[in-house]
């Protein structure tokens, strides 16, 4: 069945379809929770706030119109301000600064010091795009992890397509000067200037 169609069934009284509707975007929305929630330390509530979108979308299902949107970038929309809203219930408080405890697993074979640089170059990966300001991480997040088209983006954040492809421009090129301190090889530098004597 299509989203389309367990939505027809689901707004018909079918309502144990559901279900099936948050299987197929359960993984997908809750790693978008996660990201947006990563920069405020606050991804330990990832799983409620998961949680509270599927709530949120079933009790609005009736009002959802495939004219409109279709129901993943409809879902995302909902995620997105369940997350924001969160978001600013807690910008005045304190904010606990404990970890999830995520950690990359490299594979067996792998030497213990790649597995190390490894799980390093994520670590930094994600703390850059943590830093980057709100509209720009939700952007790159569905952009690369949940490989969205520029067009859902664009429904998602509310944004005109070319705004969603300058805001992604704008937060690779910040990702990339974030990161290229540590991914600069001073070793070159100094062969140059042996050469040079």
């Not at 429904?155 to 991914?183: C, M, N, T, W």
């Amino acid at each position: 069945m299509t989203d389309s169609q367990l939505i027809q069934e689901i707004k018909q009284g079918n309502t144990e379809l559901y279900s099936e509707l948050m299987r197929r975007y359960q993984r997908k929305i809750l790693a978008f929770v996660y990201h947006m929630l990563k920069s405020s330390h606050m991804e330990l509530m990832a799983e409620d706030l998961c949680s509270e979108t599927f709530y949120k979308a079933f009790r609005s299902l009736h009002s959802f119109r495939e004219v409109d949107a279709s129901f993943s970038t409809w879902l995302y929309t909902i995620a997105r301000n369940t997350v924001l809203s969160e978001l600013r219930k807690h910008r005045s408080g304190t904010l606990p600064l404990e970890e999830s405890g995520v950690v990359p697993v490299a594979p067996m074979e792998v030497a213990p010091e790649q597995a190390i640089l490894r799980s390093e170059r994520v670590h930094m990966v994600r703390e850059a795009i943590n830093n980057l300001p709100e509209k720009q991480r939700s952007a790159l997040i569905l952009r690369e992890y949940d490989q969205l088209d520029y067009q859902e983006i664009a429904d998602i954040l509310g944004q005109s397509v070319s705004s969603v492809k300058s805001l992604l421009f704008r937060a690779r090129g910040s990702v990339k000067i974030q990161l290229e301190p540590y991914f600069y090889e001073p070793v070159y530098e100094d062969l140059r200037g042996m050469k040079n004597r």
